[in-house]
């Protein structure tokens, strides 16, 4: 068997949106993650870390920031035939890199991949992380990852076998 191809992982670009939905499209058609418009991808494209092998994109991963020592780790998807070769544990760690240089202390994610984020540190968590302050605040967000960190019941439907998990940097 030969050596895969080398891959990089690098910021995302404007010109990687339309790949980054459809690298994600398979997986929101088997409701393993929830679908995200262009127009939501475009928004937050400055969010997106991708892996390239060879000018096609085979992974991506995002860093959310929910409040002042608080990200998430969000969309983190490898293509299935490119798994098992470090581009998860890649584009992971290049996601900790930025939360830390942002100053952010604790990582979160929602993630049916509980043995992969296990082994990089995370671990399940129960109701309140944060205290009641942060948690009114953030009670205002808008957004749906918000919402499913908070573990609302109006977002119960999409975490159905989800497991929410936390890591200190």
């Known amino acids: 068997m030969t050596d895969p191809a080398p891959f990089v992982v ?5 010109a990687d949106v339309r790949r980054i939905h459809a690298l994600l499209e398979p997986y929101v058609q088997k409701r393993i993650l929830l679908g995200k418009d262009l ?3 475009f928004g937050s494209v400055q969010q997106f870390v991708v892996a390239e092998v060879d000018g096609r994109i085979v992974g991506c991963g995002a860093l959310h920031v929910m409040w002042e020592d608080l990200g998430e780790i969000r969309t983190l998807i490898v293509h299935d035939e490119w798994l098992h070769h470090g581009i998860g544990r890649a584009i ?6 930025q939360a830390r ?3 952010i202390h604790r990582l979160f994610c929602l993630t049916f991949e509980v ?10 968590i129960g109701e309140q992380v944060v205290d009641p302050d942060v948690y009114s605040q953030l009670l205002r967000s808008p957004d749906e990852g918000v919402a499913e ?8 439907p999409n975490t ?6 936390l890591k200190h940097l």
């Open 10 to 14: 690098r910021p995302a670009t404007t």
């Open 39 to 41: 127009a939501v991808l």
């Open 160 to 165: 159905l076998g989800n497991t929410r998990m």
């Open 101 to 103: 240089d942002l100053g």
């Open 115 to 124: 043995d992969f984020f296990t082994r990089r540190g995370f671990a399940p």
């Open 92 to 97: 992971v760690e290049v996601l900790e890199q």
């Open 149 to 156: 960190f908070l573990d609302l019941a109006h977002v119960k």
